[in-house]
């Protein structure tokens, strides 16, 4: 039995419910699955697979800025984030001896990596877009550099998929396409909700869109429901809102809401897919990647999308009438088979 150890970002929860179906593909296959990771993720996984092992790993403790611009923020925390890469490299280099892991597939932590075994890379961004020319030039010289640390690089869409520019250029090292990543399932249950606020993001900009929202929704005739995005025990504060909920509930009221108001993250972009939902599109403001995702899919008339600070509830409704919402064309083999590749390589 091969033994793999995951490790996602803790970067808000986006990379750690990616990690999910990833993760149950793995024990499909006859896999023992190790997890190692920080914050927010690693609790949201302790939840989901409370059978397995689990490992803490250094945070990367992001800051965010309400007043600087994302991007420049981020740059300014460069050194502390080029320390943790190292730390993290040296922690997973130590689970790696003790626990005889022998595949280890790392959700954009760039130092869990190792020379002695296959070493995964998730990652969509293979092209970070910036809005300064020579920055990005930067960024990216740096971005490839590290992706090709790893013995692979998967990036979760199709080759013919939506992440256009995100993944062009590509770096030199082996890239292979595993589909859109979705923890949920299609069901067909009964509509209990006009619309669906999935708040999610980093502080304050997270509060900011909550507030907004939900003042909107209260003084609307809409029936509605909002989940607040707060990492840690799952409950209901009220009849009509939630603070985080488990994978099978959170499936269930996506998939009984008429339209769903939320971030176009991508990994939320790739879980609307998997239930083929009508959306709106508010991107957090001045995460480029956020704001090229929505563009792209408000082009292909899929989704309509505002800035945060242009949002009125009754007006986005009108306009997202003329988009058509996700529809899942194909089915996702791409991971199964990639998977089963890589576990017959290192037979």
């Not at 005739?221 to 009849?239: C, M």
Request: glycine fraction near 4%; proline fraction near 4%.
């Amino acid at each position: 039995m091969k033994r793999v150890l995951v490790t996602p970002l803790d970067w808000g929860l986006g990379h750690a419910t990616r990690c999910i179906p990833v993760i149950n593909e793995f024990l499909k296959q006859k896999c023992e699955v190790q997890i190692a990771g920080s914050g927010s993720a690693l609790l949201l996984l302790q939840e989901e697979f409370p059978g397995l092992k689990f490992h803490e790993l250094v945070s990367y403790n992001t800051q965010y800025s309400s007043w600087l611009p994302f991007m420049m923020k981020l740059v300014l925390q460069m050194p502390k984030f080029l320390l943790v890469v190292k730390k993290e490299h040296r922690q997973v280099g130590k689970i790696i001896e003790q626990e005889k892991i022998d595949i280890i597939v790392s959700d954009s932590r760039y130092g869990c990596y190792a020379d002695s075994i296959p070493s995964v890379l998730i990652n969509h961004q293979l092209n970070i877009i910036v809005s300064c020319t020579w920055l990005q030039s930067m960024v990216n010289y740096w971005n490839h550099k590290t992706i090709n640390r790893f013995t692979q690089c998967w990036v979760p869409d199709f080759s013919n998929g939506i992440t256009g520019k995100l993944t062009s250029p590509s770096p030199t090292k082996k890239v292979k396409y595993i589909g859109m990543l979705s923890r949920f399932e299609k069901k067909h249950v009964e509509r209990k909700y006009n619309v669906l606020a999935l708040i999610s993001g980093p502080e304050t900009q997270r509060t900011i869109f909550e507030e907004k929202l939900r003042n909107q929704l209260k003084h609307s005739s809409l029936t509605w429901f909002i989940v607040r995005g707060i990492p840690g025990k799952s409950e209901r504060n009220e009849i009509n809102e939630a603070n985080h909920l488990p994978v099978n509930e959170l499936n269930e009221v996506i998939e009984s809401s008429e339209i769903v108001i939320c971030r176009p993250g991508y990994t939320t972009v790739m879980d609307l897919w998997k239930l083929e939902k009508k959306v709106i599109f508010i991107p957090t403001p001045g995460q480029t990647e956020q704001e090229y995702l929505a563009d792209e899919l408000m082009k292909r008339k899929i989704a309509y999308a505002v800035s945060q600070d242009k949002f009125y509830l009754e007006e986005v409704l009108v306009c997202s009438k003329e988009y058509k919402g996700f529809e899942r064309k194909q089915e996702n083999e791409e991971l199964t088979e990639t998977i089963k590749q890589l576990l017959n390589e290192i037979d």
